[in-house]
């Protein structure tokens, strides 16, 4: 085995966004303004890091401003219509092909497996159905920073026992997932998850993955795939 602890991003990596946006059009068409005011006010955090010490109370303070309403009224809201109303949903997704085939193997195989995502991640995993894998589940909200920001990563490795450099995170994302993994000495593996990605992994073998060569060393994926059995053969070979 190449390593002995593996940590995975969960939305866009473990299932596909396309499957998710499919069930939210009529949401996403009727709340644009408190989508718009929430991606803006996420913007901004990934890119100042200008935190109070409660996360949601300052997501929904910069919220507040944009859509010109009080924060507690909106951190309500987006908690009943974002946080909360979309997990129902996740009972009808399915997982990217051989996601839980390679979850089985690399279980057997005593790899200890953690979660990090940037929205609460818990009752996702139920409605998935693949609660039982992981050893430990963060949420980078929670840990009070957005990914890329090193924190919720550090978090991470701390709470499963590892040393940054003896992880390897796995993610759909360069500019989220591969460089804030990166940044605190985790390794990383990039999976391509758009539709012609798809389309390419879609015979028996699916393409060679291969080395990525990137902007930078806090934005190169040591291993990148098309298909989830490249992941299985790349860590346990």
């Known amino acids: 085995m190449k390593f002995d602890t593996i940590a995975f991003?969960?939305?866009?990596?473990?299932?596909?966004?396309?499957?998710l946006y499919r069930h939210l059009v009529s949401f996403l068409l009727k709340e644009q303004r408190l989508l718009r005011a929430m991606n803006k006010a996420r913007k901004y955090l990934r890119k100042t890091g200008a935190y109070e010490?409660?996360?949601?109370?300052?997501?929904?303070?910069?919220?507040?401003?944009?859509?010109?309403?009080?924060?507690?009224k909106i951190r309500e809201k987006t908690e009943r219509l974002i946080y909360r109303g979309w997990e129902p949903y996740f009972k009808k997704i399915k997982l990217f092909p051989y996601v839980r085939e390679t979850l089985d193997s690399f279980r057997k195989a005593g790899i200890r497996m953690g979660l990090l995502s940037d929205f609460p991640p818990e009752n996702k995993l139920e409605?998935?159905?693949?609660?039982?894998?992981?050893?430990?589940?963060?949420?980078?909200?929670?840990?009070?920073?957005?990914?890329p920001d090193p924190a919720?990563?550090?978090?991470?490795?701390?709470r499963?026992?590892?040393?940054?450099?003896?992880i390897l995170y796995v993610g759909n994302s360069i500019s989220y997932d591969v460089e804030g993994a990166c940044r605190t000495g985790m390794?990383?593996?990039?999976?391509?998850?758009?539709?012609?990605?798809?389309?390419?992994?879609?015979?028996?073998?699916g393409p060679v993955p291969g080395r990525i060569r990137a902007a930078g060393p806090a934005r190169s994926p040591v291993f990148s795939f098309y298909d989830y059995r490249q992941l299985h053969d790349y860590v346990l070979s």
């Open 9 to 19: 991003d969960l939305d866009g990596t473990l299932y596909p966004n396309i499957s």
């Open 53 to 72: 010490d409660d996360f949601y109370i300052t997501q929904a303070r910069l919220m507040g401003e944009t859509l010109r309403e009080p924060a507690d």
């Open 127 to 147: 409605n998935l159905k693949i609660v039982e894998y992981w050893d430990v589940v963060v949420c980078s909200e929670v840990a009070g920073r957005l990914k």
């Open 152 to 158: 919720p990563f550090l978090d991470l490795a701390e």
């Open 160 to 166: 499963m026992g590892r040393s940054p450099e003896n």
């Open 187 to 205: 390794k990383t593996a990039l999976v391509h998850s758009g539709w012609k990605s798809r389309f390419k992994a879609s015979g028996a073998n």
